[in-house]
């Protein structure tokens, strides 16, 4: 307490000013001077019983800080009257909260990165092995035929790996929050158009036809660029689920609370199992049967959600998969 130079301050003043007036009071009488003192000592004495229990309180909170910082999860400050310290209390309390919230986010964190590398790892793992292998099959065989079977089955292998550090690289941005989105008005036909145009020859191959019914007016807010890689993911979900001889359905439609985008194929759907798990990274399904790495809807949720939207699957009454996307006015 006497450490604290303001309380040193006061307390000198408070000697003086009791000197001053007890030389004064005994100049008069005795009795006056002994009144000075004892009135001196009394508040003098309060004075510091309180400033010493107030001192008490707060090095009780310093030292439940303290147990904060090193990683304590108890927290107990008993209950105290309004004031000063209720209002420090208060404070403590909530950045308490505060830290533990975050603490459990970064612990949460770490563990999906942890995850996340150990996915990764898996999937670049296989088919670097089987890159591995086919040059050196390349390699000791003799036969050109086959070395040029060998090297196009690499070149397949290499794209696979180039999309999917492409699209890490993408959700690391999205995850970072350091993609600048882009917020004009996107015409949903325009859109739907653009993003349908890398699987034209795909669809044609595959005999798959899309029918679209939206409004040439309608339109929503967002970065357009984006907007198309998300609706590109579920169309080539869509795509792989038909396989052959089906129709992807793309409806749009407005009304005064949001844009609906709505995407149906005629696939298979989904398992009632992989209903919940669709946007979680590197899911593949319960069977391990589906094609590619798991990443793509992950993405789209992310480019969806972080520009205002939403997205829900769901299997369609008839069959087939509805993918369900709105964007409020």
Known sequence: MFRNQEFRRFALVFAVITVILAVFGFSQNTAAGMLVLFTALIFGGLFYAATKARYQKIAQISD???LILHNEDHLFIEELDEGELSILQSEVVKMTLRIREQNAVLNKEKENLADSLADI???????LTSVNLLLSLAAESTDEKERK????????????????ITALLKLSRLDADVVEFQNASVNVAELVETSLRPF?????LHEIQVVTSIAPESTIQGDEIWLSEALQNIL???IESIGNQGTVEINGRDNPLFTEITIHDSGKGFEAADLHHLFDRFYRGKTGS???????????QSIIQRQGGTIVTKNYPDGGALFIIRFPK
């Open 64 to 66: 439940q800080i303290d």
């Open 121 to 127: 790892a898996h999937q670049l793992r296989t088919p």
């Open 149 to 164: 079977m060998n090297l196009r089955e690499i070149e397949a292998l290499l794209l696979r790996m180039d999309g999917l």
């Open 200 to 204: 034209l020859v795909a669809l044609d």
């Open 236 to 238: 080539k979900n869509c």
């Open 290 to 300: 589906t094609t590619g790495f798991g990443i793509g809807m992950s993405l789209s």
